[in-house]
């Protein structure tokens, strides 16, 4: 009817499924899905994926770190190290900056982790925070926190679920509901996949792979074809050693078949 407000919601899901290298570091790969609805009035639903988008803890540091795409640098999404009243790496764009308002220590899938209120709100308190383990409640890579009643256009985000394996964690106490939108040619890409790192390496590295290739073959030889290492893979990391400074190749076959190949420098 004429005068009618209209209002935006949208229901996101993040992936990480698979990993890869980007600058001799191990990333993993997020899948981002939005299914949208615009009431104008009437009802426009429409529905966009996107990635791989890159990120990674780095455990020495404490710290997650973001990559929006390849040839981008670093950006530092969060710090478990802060301490209250410090200013949080990921700020909203249009809100006020972020601080550490409280910290508190709660169970996470059965382990202890430290949890970062950051909204000085009282009626949202709850709904504002980070989680050591998961991330942002209003966002995984952004920062839009629930407040109170605001006009304008103004976005906010709220946590819905998040699940690691058969665990999940849900402040609204109910299943997640996932949309099955990742195409089908990214999960067999993902399933098979298979790196090393790091590379180059100093003479010792280890080799990834995904779930699906366990009990497949992987040799390594050198740049005159001699094979330096072979071996059946039995889990999903296994521990290599490189004879001495030099180009190496490694390749992973399975059922005779090629499945993953790439060449390996030795300092």
């Known amino acids: 009817s004429p005068g009618q ?4 919601g949208a229901l996101e899901q993040y992936i990480i499924r698979g990993d890869t290298l980007l600058g001799s570091v191990f990333y993993h790969k997020i899948y981002s899905t939005i299914n949208s609805s615009n009431h104008v ?15 990674r803890f780095d455990s020495f540091e404490n710290k997650v770190y973001y990559r929006p795409n390849v040839d981008s640098t670093d950006r530092l999404l969060y710090d478990f190290n802060l301490q209250v009243g410090d200013t949080l790496p990921i700020q909203p764009i249009i809100y ?17 982790v430290k949890k970062f209120y950051t909204s000085e709100f009282l009626d949202h308190y709850e709904k504002n ?45 109910s299943d997640c509901p996932f949309l099955e939108t990742i195409s089908t040619k990214n999960v067999v890409r993902e399933e098979i996949s298979a790196m090393v790192s790091p590379n180059p390496t100093q003479g010792v590295f280890t080799l990834f792979v995904s779930e699906k290739l366990r009990n497949a073959n ?24 490189l004879p001495a400074s030099g180009v190496y190749f490694w390749c992973v076959e399975k059922n005779g078949r090629l499945i993953k190949a790439g060449k390996l420098i030795c300092e």
Do not use: H
């Not at 040799?219 to 893979?233: A, E, M």
């Open 96 to 112: 006020q900056p972020g601080l550490v308002d409280s910290i508190e220590n709660v169970s996470l899938f059965g382990i202890s």
């Open 218 to 241: 992987f040799t390594v030889t050198d740049c005159l074809g001699r094979k330096v290492q072979s071996g059946v893979l039995t889990g999903q990391t296994t521990i290599g050693q």
């Open 5 to 8: 407000i209209p209002w935006y």
């Open 41 to 55: 009035p009437g009802s426009t639903i429409f529905q966009s994926r996107s990635g791989p988008t890159f990120i």
């Open 129 to 173: 925070y980070i989680l050591a383990g998961m991330g942002g409640s209003n966002g995984l890579t952004y920062n839009q926190p629930v407040l109170s009643v605001v006009s304008g256009g103004i976005l906010m985000t709220r946590l819905v679920c998040f699940q690691s394996g058969d665990s999940i964690y849900s402040p609204t106490n």
